[in-house]
């Protein structure tokens, strides 16, 4: 079964950073591209970043370049976000997803884990 399990989620002040984990088992994971998505309370599922099999390409929503950096390990399967700078607009459960095209150009969720709550206080 396949199985993508993120943590790192919580309760921060505004200005202040998380790390968010997702370890990914029952695919194989160097050829998925993975990303990121949130749901704020009330709003839709958001694109917030992916990044490709390799590592070598990465895509960023616009609200959040230049804060958050995503990245992955393939040895330990797991893909990671740096989220810096966090405002309270940045509450929203965070979800990890992965594409079996390995590719970040229109990223496609072909599995999702549960998600993990991030809460930005002002």
């Known amino acids: 079964q396949v199985q993508l399990v993120e943590s790192g989620g919580g309760l921060v002040q505004a200005g202040g950073s998380l790390r968010l984990s997702c370890a990914a088992s029952?695919?194989?994971?160097?050829?998925?591209?993975m990303g990121w998505f949130r749901q704020a309370p009330g709003k839709g599922r958001e694109f917030v970043s992916a990044?490709?099999?390799?590592?070598?390409?990465?895509g960023y929503a616009d609200f959040v370049k230049g804060r958050f950096t995503i990245s992955r390990d393939n040895a330990k399967a797991t893909v990671y976000l740096q989220m810096n700078s966090l405002k309270p607009e940045d509450t929203a459960v965070y979800y990890c997803?992965?594409?079996?095209?390995?590719?970040?150009?229109?990223?496609?969720?072909?599995?999702w884990g549960q998600g993990t709550q991030v809460t930005v206080s002002s």
């Open positions: 997803a992965a594409d079996r095209t390995g590719r970040v150009g229109n990223f496609r969720s072909d599995y």
């Open positions: 990044i490709s099999w390799s590592g070598g390409s990465t």
């Open positions: 029952g695919l194989a994971f160097s050829r998925y591209a």
